[in-house]
């Protein structure tokens, strides 16, 4: 019977489903929401969404490959390549041959890249924390659970 059910469940239409009841319209519309609360902060500092992302990701993992901090940062790999030399123009990263592929670079935080980021992390926290308002530690936990139990289940690459 859970079988049939599950069938049905596949069948049904978005318009049957509604948009609230969607992942990804959710899931899209929440993303869109942060990144538009911290647009006059990207802009005040000379960033865009790509450019903020490459810093987050750096500020927590310093010194990835190029295509591996593009999977974390969720950018296509053209618009991380002209961020990244946007970012190094402006002193806040630098790039380094990678030791163990000389065919690869590293990407590291300056110290000014760390001083950008540290400017913009208060208000990123100020909107993440706007978000999960009302939602008690053990929801918080649970659903933080299965996004990531979601983002295994169509996870491309390892990491």
């Keep these: 019977m859970a079988e049939s059910t599950d069938q ?5 239409e978005l318009a049957e489903i509604g948009l609230e009841g969607y992942a ?12 538009a609360n911290l ?9 865009s969404t790509a450019k903020m992302r ?20 969720v950018v296509e790999q053209s618009t991380l390549s002209r961020a ?6 402006d002193g806040l990263v630098r790039r380094e041959v990678d030791s163990d592929d000389q065919r690869s670079s590293r990407v590291y935080l300056t110290p000014a890249g760390r001083a950008v980021y540290d400017r913009l ?4 926290r100020a909107s993440h924390d706007r978000m999960f308002q009302g939602i008690t530690p053990q929801e918080r936990q649970a659903f933080l659970a299965t996004l990531n139990k979601m983002l295994a289940n169509i996870r491309v690459h390892e990491i």
């Design 24 to 35: 990804p319209y959710l899931m899209n519309r929440i993303m869109g929401r942060y990144n």
């Design 8 to 12: 049905t469940e596949q069948l049904r």
């Design 54 to 73: 490459a810093l987050a990701i750096l500020s927590a993992k310093d010194g990835l490959p190029i295509g591996t901090l593009g999977i974390f940062a």
């Design 84 to 89: 990244l030399d946007g970012l190094q123009a």
């Design 121 to 124: 992390w208060p208000h990123m």
């Design 39 to 47: 647009r006059k902060e990207m802009t005040a500092l000379g960033l």
